[in-house]
């Protein structure tokens, strides 16, 4: 029961994450101030403080894209990219490959 109790903890603590980044973005893309975003939008402006706080160091670097890891590793590597810090980015899903490419295209 435990196990369960912290799998729905994640999920909703991910389910704010995603609510509030989409906030963010919306307020920093609409070039209101925080007190205007929020009383357009329904939104308690110490709330909006607390998850620009919270969320921060994932919110700057809004170029990466979410990836899904799955158990089952695929031993066919399709690209392999050097990061500066010399570790390796290998990607096999042939599924992320264009997504990547397209980042990289930016």
């Known amino acids: ?3 369960v109790n ?3 903890e994640t999920k909703v603590v991910e389910s704010l994450e995603l609510f509030w980044c ?3 973005e919306l307020k920093n893309a609409s070039g209101l101030t ?3 975003y929020c009383r357009q ?3 308690v402006i110490h709330q909006l403080y607390y ?3 919270r969320l921060k160091p994932q ?3 809004s ?3 979410p990836v899904k890891l799955n158990s089952v590793v695929s031993p066919l590597v399709l690209c392999s990219i050097e990061l500066k810090n010399g570790q390796q980015l290998r990607v096999h899903d042939p599924v992320v490959l264009p997504q990547l490419f397209a980042l990289l295209d930016k």
Do not use: P
């Open 1 to 3: 029961m435990e196990f």
């Open 6 to 8: 912290q799998v729905n």
């Open 22 to 24: 989409k906030h963010i």
């Open 34 to 36: 925080g007190a205007e």
């Open 41 to 43: 939008n329904g939104l």
């Open 51 to 53: 998850w620009v706080s």
């Open 59 to 61: 919110h700057q670097s």
């Open 63 to 65: 170029s990466f894209i």
